[in-house]
Nanobody, 119 residues
Framework: QVQLVESGGGLVQPGESLRLSCVASGFTFSRYAMRWYRQAPGKERELVAGITSRGGSTNYLDSVKGRFTISRDNTKNTVYLQMDSLNSEDTAVYFC????????????WGQGTQVTVSS
């Protein structure tokens, strides 16, 4: 059974940090590129950060560059999103996504974790 389970969300004040985790099971984690998406109320889901299957390359949404860091531990089947200097515009539900690098490019989603930045 494929699962992506996110954790680490919560309510923080502007300028604070959070670390999201996503634990994968039911598939070969090292064959998958991993991404974090987010969706704010009334807005479309957007790609926040991505990391290649072995962690050699990362990419970020412009508005989070220098503040967020994506990483992965293939021995723990886990991907992380370290979020620093949070602001109100980062408030959203954050989703973990896995996409297989080889055909048939299976894709999986987690259930999401809420991040709220408010004073």
């Amino acid at each position: 059974q494929v699962q992506l389970v996110e954790s680490g969300g919560g309510l923080v004040q502007p300028g604070e940090s959070l670390r999201l985790s996503c634990v994968a099971s039911g598939f070969t984690f090292s064959r998958y590129a991993m991404r974090w998406y987010r969706q704010a109320p009334g807005k479309e889901r957007e790609l926040v950060a991505g990391i290649t299957s072995r962690g050699g390359s990362t990419n970020y949404l412009d508005s989070v560059k220098g503040r967020f860091t994506i990483s992965r531990d293939n021995t723990k089947n886990t991907v992380y999103l370290q979020m620093d200097s949070l602001n109100s515009e980062d408030t959203a539900v954050y989703f973990c996504n896995a996409r297989e690098i080889w055909l048939p490019h299976n894709e999986y989603w987690g259930q999401g974790t809420q991040v709220t930045v408010s004073s």
